[in-house]
């Protein structure tokens, strides 16, 4: 990880999914491919994500493919969290994936990243 919080995936390495938290927000970002592969940490971020009730950011700038199991997830974060998640730049493929299941009428995407705090409390990073 940078150390603006962004994930760095190497050629072939599998996806991975991290958490930053602040005073008054959440960030979940995702890397690589997030597929079934990562479903464990994804679920367990989520998790974590939900009980805190912040907003969340998801930095999808970096996924080269997701797969159903990933945009299960995104649903249930935007269905149970109770503010909209915003999606920072995702790709083409994942704007796609996000229409056709209609996922998209339950986040925002956001063509810029709006930053994060430097006063980040937790760390939590997983990849597998």
Known sequence: MTATGKVLPSAGEPGSVAVLTSS???????????DIAVEA????AIGELLSLGL????????????????LSGIARLSSQLGHRPR?????ESV?????????????????????FEEDATQVRVSQD
Do not use: K, W, Y
């Not at 999606?87 to 790709?91: D, H, K, R």
């Open 24 to 34: 008054n927000r959440s960030r979940l970002v995702l890397a690589g491919e997030i």
């Open 41 to 44: 940490e994804l679920a367990e």
């Open 55 to 70: 907003p969340v950011d998801i930095d999808a700038r970096n996924i080269r493919f997701m797969d159903s199991s990933a």
């Open 87 to 91: 999606m920072i730049c995702p790709p």
């Open 95 to 115: 704007l796609f994936l996000l229409d056709v299941t209609r996922v998209a009428e339950d986040v925002d995407v956001l063509d810029q990243d709006p930053g």
